[in-house]
Each structure stands twice: as structure tokens, then as C-alpha cells.
């Protein structure tokens, strides 16, 4: 299972270019006309250095990383949402996606003209701000009148208890999307999530701000990031900056030539693998893995997941029949060397089914069948 993101921004701000640097790809990027409303959708594979670092002591067969699945929807421009709200394809893409990734422009060519004419990277946050709230407030519009018709309908019990959270919900949303605040900044607790979840609301959604630079702003990259976090230091949200069009050129050259090219430009690695960590992280994600003479493996889950959960990442048989899970840390295996000197030096623990699986566990889960 893959962890969905979603790659959206104005016209031209350069979605398909830091799709095609994300995930290696050639999709068609637009100087003039705008890309279809077909979107480019691939998965990548998550760097993660540790399961190269394991190698040496299991020896396993392959290794396998966790999964990133990427999709670059155009679709957002100013008023696009307003009245009719945007276009059904537009949402039904974009609703199912778990984050956010919205590539705001901050790159100079005279060549691309910009739907305001300015380069102006706040102007452009605020506005696809207002237009995912606006498509939000749209649908929570609807809802309440169907909602409330439902509620008198429904005699009282757990099904119309349902629906009054629901209720007591939504109306708490509405004002503050009206005011400009996203779902994901208003630090809806558990019951409340719970309760608007089935609507994929899109300013729900978590969201790393990605400034697509020129590669001659890139010594001005944490100042323009700074100024940016100054006004959108909003939860849930991060922000990060890329140049853009050089990445999509390495991203096409093989790995030696590559290397060469960014020493010519004094870079010392490409941003990909800090914008695919920095979605993690923002998600609340983290890996466990899995070692052994098949494979080394990095499985997903959310920070603060149990362990019997986690076994249930692997397969469901793991998560029914848990017993208990033989736990030892990257680091200290490492700093061990192997297995039977991490053991000797009390590294190897077991763990219940409530024990919470950290970032970097090896974990070998016992069960039964
Ligand atoms: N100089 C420069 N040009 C860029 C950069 N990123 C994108 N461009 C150019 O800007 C144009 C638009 O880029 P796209 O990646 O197609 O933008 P988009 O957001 O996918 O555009 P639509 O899908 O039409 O909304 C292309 O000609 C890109 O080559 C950048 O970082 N620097
Ligand atoms: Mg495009």
C-alpha cells in the first residue's frame, strides 16, 4: 500500500516538471497550452539508506522499499471552484489522495507567462488556498441542508447521534473556512476526523508547500522558505523549496553523469529524496522493517501505530494470530554488527501487541496460524 500524494498548483507553476524529477518520468510538460486534464500518475520507491546498510548482515535476496505513488492533477486556477466548484474529474482524482503536494512558483522566464503576470509565490499560496476552501465550503453547503432534513427524520439513537456529530462538525468547519483557515489547521480531534473522513475534503488534507525555484535562486532558497513559513506556519503543513527544471534534467541523466552535473553546480545531493522524506514526515509516517534471508523490507505506517497493527501491514494472518514481535533497533544492530552480539548486549527485546513501533524497528513478528 502506497502512500498517495497529490501533486497540485496554478497553471504553470510546474507541476509536471517536479513530477517528472519526482518520479523519473517524461510526461509532457506545457510552455503554452495548459496539460489535459488526464493526470500523470507513478509510484516511486522511497530512498531509505537503511535497508543497503542490512545488507551485510542478512544477505537477503533483494530488498524491497516502501512505495510513493505520485499523481499531477491540473486542474487549480483562480475562480476555479467558485460557484460550480471544480470540475467533478478534478475532485474525484484529488479527494482520494492522502497529501498534498503544492508547487507554488517561484522561478523567473519570461518565456512562461504567469495567469497574473507577477511572480509572487504568497499571492499564489493564498489563492489555492481560497480555492480548496471554497470547494470545501461548497460541499459542507449542500450537506448541511440534506443533513439537517435527515436528522429530523431520524429517530433518536446511535444512527441520529451520527448524524448530530456530524452536524455539530461541519458547522464548527464552516465559519473558519469562510475566515480563510483550511480544514488541516484547525486541529479537529479524533471523533471530529472520524466524523468528516468520507468526504476527502481537499483543505483537510496535509500539505508540503514546494517553491520551484530557479536554479540561480537556489542560494536564496531558505531565505524565500523563511518568508513563506512566516505566513503559512500553519499545522500540517510544511514548506520546502526545488528547483524544479534541473532536477527533471538530472532526474533524466544516469547516476555518473548526474553526479558530475551537480558538482559543476556545487550541489551535493538532489533534492528528491528530502522532498519524499519531508512528505513522510509531514504525514506522520514512519518505517518499520523487515530483515531476513529473502528480503530486507521497509513497511509504512502512521507514527504511534502497536505493533500487532503493524504485523497487520504485512498481512492480516500476522495481525489476527499475533503472539508477540522480537524487536531490535536499526542503530543498535548496527552498532552491534549482528544478530548474536545484539542479543549478548540485551538489544533484542520482545514486545506485546500495545507496544509502539518506532521509526527504524527490525521487527520479526511471531504468530499463529
Ligand atoms: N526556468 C524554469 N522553468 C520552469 C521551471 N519549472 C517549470 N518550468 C517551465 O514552465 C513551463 C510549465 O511547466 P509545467 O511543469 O508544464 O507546469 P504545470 O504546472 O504542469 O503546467 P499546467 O499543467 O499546464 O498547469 C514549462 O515550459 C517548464 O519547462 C523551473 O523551475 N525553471
Ligand atoms: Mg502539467
Redesign the pocket.
Given at each position: 500500500m502506497a502512500l498517495t500524494l497529490g501533486i497540485i498548483g496554478l497553471p504553470k507553476s510546474g507541476?509536471?516538471t517536479v513530477f517528472n524529477a519526482l518520479t523519473r518520468s517524461e510526461a509532457q510538460?506545457?510552455a503554452y497550452a495548459?496539460?489535459g486534464s488526464e493526470p500523470n500518475v507513478a509510484v516511486v520507491k522511497v530512498p531509505d539508506e537503511r535497508l543497503t546498510a542490512l545488507v551485510d548482515i542478512f544477505h537477503p535476496k533483494r530488498i524491497v522499499q516502501a512505495d510513493v505513488q505520485y499523481t499531477?492533477v491540473?486542474g487549480i486556477s483562480k475562480g476555479a471552484s467558485k460557484g460550480e466548484s471544480f470540475s467533478r474529474q478534478f475532485i474525484s482524482y484529488i479527494s482520494t489522495v492522502e497529501g498534498l503536494v503544492h508547487v507554488v512558483r517561484a522561478f523567473e522566464n519570461p518565456d512562461i507567462p504567469h495567469p497574473d503576470d507577477t511572480i509572487d509565490p504568497l499571492r499564489d499560496i493564498e489563492t489555492v488556498e481560497l480555492e480548496l476552501a471554497f470547494s470545501d465550503l461548497a460541499i459542507i453547503e449542500k450537506r448541511l441542508i440534506r443533513l439537517r432534513e435527515t436528522i429530523s427524520k431520524t429517530k433518536p439513537g446511535p444512527e441520529r447521534e451520527g448524524f448530530e456529530r456530524e452536524l455539530e462538525t461541519l458547522q464548527r468547519i464552516q465559519p473558519e473556512l469562510e475566515a480563510g483557515q483550511p480544514i488541516r489547521a484547525l486541529g479537529l480531534d479524533e471523533d471530529e476526523e472520524r466524523a468528516i473522513r468520507n468526504y476527502g475534503f481537499l483543505s483537510a488534507k496535509p500539505m508540503l508547500i514546494l517553491l520551484n525555484l530557479s536554479e540561480s535562486q537556489l542560494e536564496q532558497a531558505d531565505a524565500l522558505m523563511a518568508q513563506v513559513a512566516a505566513k503559512h506556519a500553519l499545522p500540517n503543513t510544511a514548506v520546502a523549496a526545488i528547483a524544479g527544471k534541473l532536477e527533471q534534467d538530472l532526474a533524466q541523466l544516469d547516476e555518473a553523469d548526474a553526479t558530475e552535473f551537480m558538482a559543476d553546480l556545487g550541489l551535493k545531493e538532489s533534492g528528491l529524496n528530502r522532498i519524499i522524506k519531508q512528505s513522510y514526515q509531514l504525514m506522520g509516517l514512519i518505517s518499520f522493517l523487515t530483515a531476513g534471508p529473502d528480503e530486507n523490507r521497509a513497511w509504512t505506517i502512521r507514527n504511534g501505530t502497536t505493533a500487532q497493527k503493524a504485523a497487520g501491514v504485512i498481512h492480516s494472518d500476522l495481525e489476527r494470530g499475533f503472539i508477540r514481535a522480537e524487536v531490535v533497533h536499526f542503530d543498535d544492530l548496527i552498532a552491534a554488527g549482528s544478530m548474536v552480539e545484539a542479543k549478548k548486549r540485551g538489544h533484542v527485546r520482545s514486545e506485546g501487541k500495545t507496544y509502539l513501533v518506532k521509526d527504524g524497528d527490525i521487527i520479526e513478528v511471531r504468530f499463529n496460524v
Amino acid at each position: 500500500m502506497a502512500l498517495t500524494l497529490g501533486i497540485i498548483g496554478l497553471p504553470k507553476s510546474g507541476k509536471t516538471t517536479v513530477f517528472n524529477a519526482l518520479t523519473r518520468s517524461e510526461a509532457q510538460t506545457s510552455a503554452y497550452a495548459s496539460s489535459g486534464s488526464e493526470p500523470n500518475v507513478a509510484v516511486v520507491k522511497v530512498p531509505d539508506e537503511r535497508l543497503t546498510a542490512l545488507v551485510d548482515i542478512f544477505h537477503p535476496k533483494r530488498i524491497v522499499q516502501a512505495d510513493v505513488q505520485y499523481t499531477d492533477v491540473a486542474g487549480i486556477s483562480k475562480g476555479a471552484s467558485k460557484g460550480e466548484s471544480f470540475s467533478r474529474q478534478f475532485i474525484s482524482y484529488i479527494s482520494t489522495v492522502e497529501g498534498l503536494v503544492h508547487v507554488v512558483r517561484a522561478f523567473e522566464n519570461p518565456d512562461i507567462p504567469h495567469p497574473d503576470d507577477t511572480i509572487d509565490p504568497l499571492r499564489d499560496i493564498e489563492t489555492v488556498e481560497l480555492e480548496l476552501a471554497f470547494s470545501d465550503l461548497a460541499i459542507i453547503e449542500k450537506r448541511l441542508i440534506r443533513l439537517r432534513e435527515t436528522i429530523s427524520k431520524t429517530k433518536p439513537g446511535p444512527e441520529r447521534e451520527g448524524f448530530e456529530r456530524e452536524l455539530e462538525t461541519l458547522q464548527r468547519i464552516q465559519p473558519e473556512l469562510e475566515a480563510g483557515q483550511p480544514i488541516r489547521a484547525l486541529g479537529l480531534d479524533e471523533d471530529e476526523e472520524r466524523a468528516i473522513r468520507n468526504y476527502g475534503f481537499l483543505s483537510a488534507k496535509p500539505m508540503l508547500i514546494l517553491l520551484n525555484l530557479s536554479e540561480s535562486q537556489l542560494e536564496q532558497a531558505d531565505a524565500l522558505m523563511a518568508q513563506v513559513a512566516a505566513k503559512h506556519a500553519l499545522p500540517n503543513t510544511a514548506v520546502a523549496a526545488i528547483a524544479g527544471k534541473l532536477e527533471q534534467d538530472l532526474a533524466q541523466l544516469d547516476e555518473a553523469d548526474a553526479t558530475e552535473f551537480m558538482a559543476d553546480l556545487g550541489l551535493k545531493e538532489s533534492g528528491l529524496n528530502r522532498i519524499i522524506k519531508q512528505s513522510y514526515q509531514l504525514m506522520g509516517l514512519i518505517s518499520f522493517l523487515t530483515a531476513g534471508p529473502d528480503e530486507n523490507r521497509a513497511w509504512t505506517i502512521r507514527n504511534g501505530t502497536t505493533a500487532q497493527k503493524a504485523a497487520g501491514v504485512i498481512h492480516s494472518d500476522l495481525e489476527r494470530g499475533f503472539i508477540r514481535a522480537e524487536v531490535v533497533h536499526f542503530d543498535d544492530l548496527i552498532a552491534a554488527g549482528s544478530m548474536v552480539e545484539a542479543k549478548k548486549r540485551g538489544h533484542v527485546r520482545s514486545e506485546g501487541k500495545t507496544y509502539l513501533v518506532k521509526d527504524g524497528d527490525i521487527i520479526e513478528v511471531r504468530f499463529n496460524v
